[in-house]
């Protein structure tokens, strides 16, 4: 499990018997990773065998994408059209909006499998097997089923199922130019250099892969979908770029709350990569990134018209999700169906059956940051939304 750019690629083409990669834009992103894994992550031997599989399992999907682009070239050429993009910072109800307006069987979205091996593995007259979907599944379980073992927290504070939707954040793994890394890892010198990277390609391909997914389902062009990822915030005009006709809802929550959350959530993971202490590091990266990708944003939206830009509140949902919905709706252009409220309401009650969002317990204190600090440097985003402070436990 050599980390090399040149063992990877050797493996990726072995594994698949493909050769060509098509756009290799990607490839600045990888060389940032490895450098930033092999300086600075002081994996160990499990840290190695996560680095090495997401890696390889992202290079295979490149090649396989490839190889149904070429085989079916009008696959990059589908129209996505409108989509309904929530964007807001972790922890913040984007998942719980997300899943819920993806009840609504005229939106698609994201499948967590779908975003884990979005590629069809066809064979040479561009085809895929009946058997070969299946098996992208299943590798999708038995991943989510050793997280599950893993990183046991981690299910508390987003859960996950193979069929259940998820944010895209799983398709610009596949361009190594997400925040997932800095979340697996204690990489300064990555976080460093994703903040000023160039991510056309990585959001350009994230597009594609979206036409793929759809393609490889067989859904008539045209149907809108539904996303979110928090990373958005930090490429708000990149993303605006790639769907100029895009509608965005804002979601905004107490930042005392998503920071302390999201660097509970974060340093989770870390931890089992590596054997030294690696929590002043999670805290320093991911309390600049909640600052920074609130400024970004906030700077980006000065340029976006009103009418394509929403603002939801944590606790308007939770006090009367319908009336939200019936807002969201409206600023969508669609009805907002009694079907569409029924099953929404369903999910709510299954969730909450399951306790599936609640139980994540966390001190910010315990990463040397009182809730004043965190408060003192996020009280622009607070002043700029009118977001009042939470009582409530996390």
């Given at each position: 499990m ?10 990726a ?15 600045p ?5 490895l450098?930033a ?91 895929e ?30 859960p ?105 959530l ?45 603002d ?15 807002r ?53 985003v ?13």
């Amino acid at each position: 499990m050599e980390l090399s750019e040149a063992a990877l690629l050797a493996a990726a083409r072995r594994d698949t018997g493909l050769d060509r990669f098509g756009d290799e834009r990607f490839l600045p992103a990888l060389r940032a990773l490895l450098r930033a894994l092999a300086e600075e992550a002081d994996l160990n031997e499990f840290g190695t065998r996560i680095a090495w599989g997401r890696t390889l399992g992202s290079l295979k999907n490149r090649l396989w994408s490839q190889a149904c682009f070429e085989a079916h070239p009008q696959i990059v050429q589908r129209p996505l059209a409108a989509p309904l993009i929530i964007v807001g910072p972790h922890r913040s109800g984007t998942t719980r909006l997300h899943r819920m307006l993806a009840c609504d069987a005229r939106l698609q979205h994201l499948r967590t499998w779908e975003g884990m091996n979005p590629a069809p593995r066809v064979l040479l007259d561009g085809s895929e097997p009946p058997a070969a979907r299946a098996q992208r599944r299943e590798e999708a379980c038995q991943a989510l089923e050793m997280r599950h073992r893993m990183y046991p927290e981690s299910f508390v504070m987003h859960p996950m199922h193979p069929d259940w939707p998820e944010e895209e954040m799983l398709l610009l793994n596949h361009s190594f130019c997400s925040f997932s890394a800095l979340g697996l890892y204690d990489i300064p010198g990555y976080y460093r250099w994703f903040l000023q990277a160039d991510k056309h390609g990585a959001y350009g391909y994230m597009a594609d892969q979206m036409r793929l997914v759809e393609w490889s389902r067989n859904t008539a062009p045209g149907r809108r979908w539904i996303m979110k990822n928090p990373q958005h915030m930090m490429d708000l005009d990149l993303l605006l770029a790639t769907f100029p006709d895009a509608k965005l809802v804002f979601t905004h929550r107490d930042p005392v709350k998503t920071v302390g959350s999201v660097m509970s959530l974060m340093w989770h993971f870390a931890a089992r990569h590596t054997d030294r202490p690696c929590r002043d590091g999670i805290r320093d990266t991911w309390l600049d990134f909640c600052e920074q990708a609130a400024r970004r944003c906030m700077q980006s939206r000065e340029k976006i018209a009103p009418a394509q830009q929403l603002d939801v509140h944590y606790d308007e949902m939770n006090k009367d999700w319908r009336s939200v919905m019936r807002r969201i709706y409206r600023f969508a252009g669609m009805d907002f169906t009694p079907d569409a409220e029924a099953a929404m309401a369903a999910w709510l009650v299954d969730s909450e059956q399951e306790a599936r969002h609640v139980g994540h317990r966390y001190a910010i204190e315990d990463f040397g940051i009182t809730r004043g600090e965190v408060n003192e440097r996020m009280k622009f985003v607070r002043d700029a939304y009118g977001i009042a402070p939470e009582t409530a436990p996390a």
